[in-house]
């Protein structure tokens, strides 16, 4: 089977996991060869689940990690503001909260190799490690027991802040976006494995060349979830999923990926178009649920909108055709030929048959949009120097219509 990151024949494939499962990822693909996929995990992957911001995330939203335990983004040591000598730690309590510790500061004074005295200072959890501190300094300076006087212990409380020095990654976590968007272009559209661009993406992830993703990393700067937007009204972008969008824009292939809150990225993966408009590929990636799935566009409209509602407008010629057409047109049994298979047809006044169909009219109308609370309702407006007639299947009556509204109720976001 072929690897489809280094591209030759291999035979042992593994699980690969197109969003690191560290991150809550659900998306398992099976053309990885082993050794591909534990150098993705080490060069690749690492970067984008090391991230200080993924830490912070994953912190706050309390996402635990394989080990079943938190990261703890403030691992390393911090120092006292103005007074860099007092050092402190800062750790994750069993509550999950962080507390801040100080580590032990002794002073020793000594007069001419004498120690004349010894200061111990500790965080008051540590008040019982003082005794222990004291005895390995005795024994290290050799000093008898007898010669030693205790003076009072003393507690200070410090209400200051520690202040440490962060380094936030911003080029090397690109790449695992860039195998993200790969991977799920490679499973989602068979004929660009094979694009010049794919094959040049699969080198970059494979010699994990940091410099070379800037080339397809571009769209914004990774941090920016407003190019999500279009979708918004789609997608609950505020929620913990993952999102993928592979769709074509302008000229090229463009994958979106959104992790969680904190990555929103546009990644070019081809000058060829590959989709068209219609075909979006959208993947969620559920944290929650514990599931990730593909679907189109379409039906990703049709899961968040209720179904659709249509009704003609009518026009009566004068008050004798308002009387009698109004009363039927509006009564709850009241149906035209071809409804119930949403194949309308249309008749001109004197009874003739058009050749097409009333949908068919919709893309030669004027269309006036509008929202109302959760409904999206658009007005196709006929061509008003033609008659366009329905036929009232219960009378047989021929009704002018000047317009069809069509209408929809947004029930969900995916
Ligand atoms: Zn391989």
């Not at 291999?10 to 996929?37: A, W």
């Not at 992957?45 to 995330?57: A, E, G, Q, R």
């Not at 008051?124 to 050799?142: F, T, V």
Request: aromatic letters at 10%.
């Amino acid at each position: 089977m072929l690897c489809i990151i280094c591209r030759e024949d291999k035979e042992d494939m593994s699980d690969e996991h197109v969003i690191p499962d560290s991150l809550g990822g659900f998306y398992h693909i099976f053309n990885v060869c082993k050794t591909c996929n534990s150098k993705m995990g080490e060069k690749v992957d690492s970067h984008l689940v090391n991230h200080k911001l993924t830490d912070l995330y994953r912190f706050a939203q309390e996402l635990e990690g394989k080990s079943g335990s938190l990261p703890n983004p403030f691992a390393g040591t911090f120092v006292e503001e103005g007074n860099p000598e007092v050092k402190a730690r800062v750790e994750v309590n069993k509550e999950g909260k962080l507390e801040v510790l100080y580590h032990p500061v002794i002073k020793l004074k000594e007069d001419a190799g004498v120690v004349q005295s010894i200061e111990i200072a500790v965080d008051s959890k540590d008040e019982g490690k003082i005794d222990g501190i004291l005895n390995k300094i005795i024994k290290r300076k050799g000093i008898s027991e007898s010669a030693i006087v205790k003076g009072e212990r003393r507690c200070e409380i410090r209400t200051g802040g520690v202040g440490g020095r962060w380094e936030i990654d911003i080029l090397k976590f690109k790449i695992g976006l860039l195998k993200i968007a790969y991977e799920f272009a490679v499973d989602s559209i068979p004929d660009y494995f094979l694009d010049a661009d794919a094959i040049k993406i699969s080198k970059i992830l494979e010699n994990a060349d940091y410099e070379g993703v800037k080339e397809y990393v571009k769209i914004g700067s990774g941090l920016q979830p407003e190019i999500f937007e279009p979708f918004a009204g789609y997608l609950d972008l505020s929620s913990k999923k993952h999102y993928l969008i592979l769709t074509s824009a302008e000229s090229c292939l463009l994958c979106l990926v959104k992790l969680h809150e904190v990555f929103s990225i546009g990644v070019v993966l081809s000058k060829r178009k590959f989709l068209g408009f219609t075909e979006t590929i959208i993947g969620v990636n559920d944290i929650d649920g514990g599931s990730f799935r593909k679907l189109r566009m379409s039906d990703l409209i049709s899961e968040c909108m209720g179904p659709l509602q249509t009704r003609f407008c009518y026009c009566f010629h004068d008050e004798y055709e308002r009387a009698t057409g109004e009363p039927e047109v509006s009564s709850p049994g009241y149906c035209y030929e071809g409804g119930d298979k949403g194949e309308i047809s249309l008749y001109k006044r004197n009874g003739e048959k058009y050749p097409f169909l009333a949908h068919q009219l919709l893309e030669r109308s004027y269309c006036q949009s509008r929202k109302n609370g959760s409904w999206q309702i658009d007005v196709f407006w006929f061509d008003q120097l033609q008659e366009y007639y329905v036929k009232s299947v219960g009378s047989g009556n021929l009704y002018r219509v000047i317009a069809l509204e069509m209408s929809r109720e947004q029930i969900k976001k995916v």
